[in-house]
Nanobody
Framework: QVQLVESGGGLVQAGGSLRLSCTAS????????MDWHRQAPGNQRELVAR???????SYLDSVKGRFTISRDNAKNTVSLQMNSLKPADTGNYYC??????????WGQGTQVTVSS
């Protein structure tokens, strides 16, 4: 199993920046990708960014050029740097570990609110 602890998030004005972090523990070796997902009230959950074990990344079209996912293997941490935030980025952000098995493990979520 994998345990995930998220930090960051909060309230920011449009155009501002926030940084989310997620620290993983447990069966780290089984993780092949780490994601950030988000869900806004009334909307479906969506995959925002993914970083794979080989280092490749992918992003939701609406965040390309504004968000950057990165990892620190020494600290078992994945981060999401969010710049030029928009009100449409508001939602609960979840860190997700994709593991061999296959299984997915979710963090508790952290709220991001972007005011206009």
């Amino acid at each position: 199993q994998v345990q995930l602890v998220e930090s960051g998030g909060g309230l920011v004005q449009a155009g501002g920046s926030l940084r989310l972090s997620c620290t993983a523990s447990g069966n780290i070796a089984s993780i092949y990708a780490m994601d950030w997902h988000r869900q806004a009230p009334g909307n479906q959950r969506e995959l925002v960014a993914r970083i794979r074990s080989g280092g490749s990344t992918s992003y939701l079209d609406s965040v390309k050029g504004r968000f950057t996912i990165s990892r620190d293997n020494a600290k078992n941490t994945v981060s999401l740097q969010m710049n030029s935030l928009k009100p449409a980025d508001t939602g609960n952000y979840y860190c997700v570990a994709q593991t061999l098995g296959p299984s997915s493990y979710w963090g508790q979520g952290t709220q991001v609110t972007v005011s206009s």
